[in-house]
């Protein structure tokens, strides 16, 4: 059976579930589903990071231990993700035993190898990106992605040597043109590494929030360096090598593009340090913007761009969790920016979902009561649309399977309208009862079925509802989508339920 092992970024326990990240999540719970409705073995991974100064000075600010703090905004991201229907394997948190047990030996790996050394560091730091800048990269003196001051900072700490790396980066990249996506990313990970690569301060002698250097407990590891071996905690790194031989060569990891360095830089070279391959995969996807600026951006004045009103509880009490999760597969393509409105919001839900997928349930539903007394005819072998329900199929399959969600909804929502084109021009509500009226609305209600499995990674409380309503045991996804998704197996004489529609028209 193959394996995939598909993790998003672990999102910081100081910042609040928001949309951009809500997007991140999304997409990589949607291509999961999608892999497990393959026949795939998965594991999804997703957490929170809870170290680091940050997190350490909102305790304080609270008047609580970090830890407390920790425990408290953690579960704000399990709140969220249950809120949007998102079925990940395991669930991570940065201060878990089991990652401290991880940090330290792969680390300690990497310092008995030799890439680790004792220096002093000065330079400029932001506290909000936990990263470090030269004052070439800063923008009028601040944090070029948040726009704060960023502080001088200097003392005594252990070095990870990243420059040993230049070339071995270099042949990675080019022995492995598709392990960072899209080409654009790759090719800006690529000019860090071409722009020469200094050494890094990876512990802290200033914190204690964090997780002890083994070998000098005087010093705790960068957030950054901890956080980023996760994704080897998560299959047993330290613990136990046959899950991590099982699981790594199969790794995918999606993320936006403000940690590309981390991640297309820093990573790999660390688990080249450490002896190991780097990830298989790493895809890249762009912000979603509001008004221009990237959402879950807090400005130097305290001002927040992911307002109250875009919040993901908030759009899932208005629109419904479902609606949601299409408009973030569908609307902004991974790997380019994209502006988020509740106008656009409204106009994909009227168009896709109310206009389209929802007219085409309600319709034939419809037609069914008054024309065949409410039980669905089976449809024909050799319809023409069987052809489109192939290609929609196959579509779904390039889309999801290359990290396209967008392209794989675009090519179901074909077949939904190749449905709706062939119901307009048989028009079996103008017809009497009888074998045309039969094999037209069998036709329907076969796309209706084909359909619900298709959409199911990306809308599964609405795909079982489909299936129900045409009187379907099971569920959508009980079998592999090859087989499940082939033409002619709705088997007729089920009763249809007409129901209230799955996606009432919005006005506003």
Same mark, same amino acid.
């Given at each position: 059976?193959?394996?995939?092992?598909? @993790?998003?970024?672990?999102?910081?326990?100081?910042?609040?579930?928001?949309?951009?990240?809500?997007?991140?999540?999304?997409?990589?719970?949607?291509?999961?589903?999608?892999?497990?409705?393959?026949?795939?073995?998965?594991?999804?991974?997703?957490g929170?990071? $809870?170290?680091?100064?940050?997190?350490a000075?909102?305790?304080?600010?609270?008047?609580?231990?970090?830890?407390?703090? #920790?425990?408290?905004?953690?579960?704000?991201?399990?709140?969220?993700?249950?809120?949007?229907?998102?079925?990940?394997?395991?669930?991570?948190?940065?201060?878990?035993?089991?990652?401290?047990?991880t940090?330290?030996?792969?680390?300690?790996?990497?310092?008995?190898?030799?890439?680790?050394?004792?220096?002093?560091?000065?330079?400029?730091?932001?506290?909000?990106c936990?990263?470090?800048?030269?004052?070439?990269?800063?923008?009028?003196g601040?944090?070029?992605?948040?726009?704060?001051?960023?502080?001088?900072? #200097?003392?005594?700490?252990?070095?990870?040597?990243?420059? #040993?790396?230049?070339?071995?980066?270099?042949?990675?990249?080019?022995?492995?043109?598709?392990?960072?996506?899209?080409? @654009?990313?790759?090719?800006?990970?690529?000019?860090?590494?071409?722009? +020469?690569?200094?050494?890094?301060?990876?512990?802290?002698?200033?914190?204690?929030?964090?997780? $002890?250097?083994?070998?000098?407990?005087?010093?705790?590891?960068?957030?950054?360096?901890?956080?980023?071996?996760?994704?080897?905690?998560?299959?047993?790194?330290g613990?136990?090598?046959?899950? !991590?031989? @099982?699981?790594?060569? !199969?790794?995918?990891?999606?993320? +936006?593009?403000?940690?590309?360095?981390?991640?297309?830089?820093?990573?790999?070279?660390?688990c080249?340090?450490? +002896?190991?391959?780097?990830?298989?995969?790493?895809?890249?996807?762009?912000?979603?913007?509001a +008004?221009g600026?990237?959402?879950?951006?807090?400005?130097?004045?305290?001002?927040?761009?992911?307002?109250?009103?875009?919040?993901?509880?908030?759009?899932?009490?208005?629109?419904?969790?479902?609606?949601?999760?299409?408009?973030?597969?569908?609307?902004?393509?991974?790997?380019?920016?994209?502006?988020?409105?509740?106008?656009?919001?409204?106009?994909?839900?009227?168009?896709?979902? #109310?206009?389209?997928?929802?007219?085409?349930i309600?319709?034939?539903?419809?037609v069914?009561?008054?024309?065949?007394?409410?039980?669905?005819?089976?449809?024909?072998?050799?319809?023409?649309?069987?052809?489109?329900?192939?290609?929609?199929? $196959?579509?779904?399959?390039?889309?999801?399977?290359?990290?396209?969600?967008?392209?794989?909804?675009?090519?179901?929502?074909?077949?939904?309208?190749?449905?709706?084109?062939?119901?307009?021009?048989?028009?079996?509500?103008?017809?009497?009862?009888?074998?045309?009226?039969?094999?037209?609305?069998?036709?329907?209600?076969?796309?209706?079925?084909? !359909?619900?499995?298709?959409?199911?990674?990306?809308?599964?409380?609405?795909?079982?509802?489909?299936?129900?309503?045409?009187?379907?045991?099971?569920a959508?996804?009980?079998?592999?989508?090859?087989?499940?998704?082939?033409?002619?197996?709705?088997p007729?004489g089920?009763?249809?339920?007409?129901?209230?529609?799955?996606?009432?028209?919005?006005?506003?």
């Open positions: 059976m193959p394996r995939f092992y598909l @993790t998003t970024p672990i999102y910081y326990v100081t910042d609040a579930p928001h949309v951009g990240t809500a997007y991140s999540t999304i997409n990589c719970d949607a291509i999961a589903r999608w892999h497990r409705l393959a026949g795939d073995e998965v594991k999804f991974l997703t929170t990071d $809870e170290h680091g100064q940050k997190v000075d909102a305790a304080a600010a609270h008047g609580v231990e970090p830890i407390e703090w #920790a425990d408290r905004t953690s579960s704000r991201f399990v709140d969220a993700w249950a809120e949007l229907d998102v079925q990940y394997d395991d669930f991570l948190r940065t201060s878990e035993p089991r990652h401290t047990q940090v330290q030996a792969f680390l300690t790996k990497v310092y008995e190898n030799g890439y680790i050394y004792k220096g002093t560091y000065e330079g400029l730091y932001c506290v909000s936990e990263d470090y800048y030269t004052a070439g990269e800063l923008i009028d601040l944090c070029p992605i948040h726009r704060r001051p960023v502080i001088e900072m #200097a003392e005594e700490n252990w070095f990870f040597k990243l420059s #040993a790396f230049e070339d071995r980066l270099l042949e990675w990249y080019d022995k492995e043109p598709g392990a960072v996506a899209p080409p @654009t990313k790759r090719n800006e990970a690529l000019g860090f590494i071409k722009g +020469g690569l200094n050494d890094i301060s990876i512990t802290r002698s200033s914190l204690r929030w964090g997780i $002890e250097v083994p070998w000098d407990t005087s010093q705790v590891f960068y957030v950054w360096y901890d956080a980023l071996i996760n994704y080897l905690t998560a299959i047993g790194y613990r136990d090598d046959a899950e !991590v031989d @099982t699981w790594w060569p !199969v790794s995918h990891h999606l993320l +936006g593009k403000e940690i590309i360095r981390f991640h297309c830089v820093w990573w790999p070279a660390m080249m340090a450490a +002896g190991i391959d780097p990830p298989a995969h790493v895809f890249v996807h762009g912000w979603l913007l +008004g600026q990237k959402l879950g951006k807090t400005m130097a004045d305290g001002s927040a761009v992911n307002v109250t009103d875009i919040a993901p509880s908030t759009l899932v009490a208005d629109f419904g969790v479902d609606a949601v999760r299409y408009h973030l597969l569908r609307e902004v393509p991974l790997g380019a920016d994209g502006e988020f409105s509740l106008e656009g919001m409204v106009a994909r839900y009227n168009a896709d979902l #109310a206009n389209n997928l929802g007219n085409l309600s319709r034939v539903a419809t069914v009561g008054s024309k065949c007394g409410g039980i669905g005819p089976a449809p024909d072998p050799s319809s023409s649309l069987r052809t489109a329900a192939r290609d929609a199929l $196959e579509g779904a399959a390039e889309g999801w399977t290359t990290f396209a969600p967008q392209r794989a909804l675009e090519a179901t929502w074909r077949l939904i309208g190749a449905a709706n084109a062939a119901l307009e021009a048989a028009e079996p509500w103008r017809q009497p009862p009888g074998a045309e009226v039969d094999a037209v609305l069998g036709d329907a209600l076969e796309v209706l079925r084909i !359909v619900s499995v298709l959409i199911s990674p990306a809308m599964p409380s609405t795909a079982r509802a489909i299936w129900g309503r045409l009187g379907l045991n099971g959508p996804t009980d079998r592999p989508v090859a087989a499940a998704a082939a033409w002619g197996q709705y007729g089920l009763v249809v339920e007409r129901g209230e529609p799955l996606f009432p028209r919005r006005r506003d």
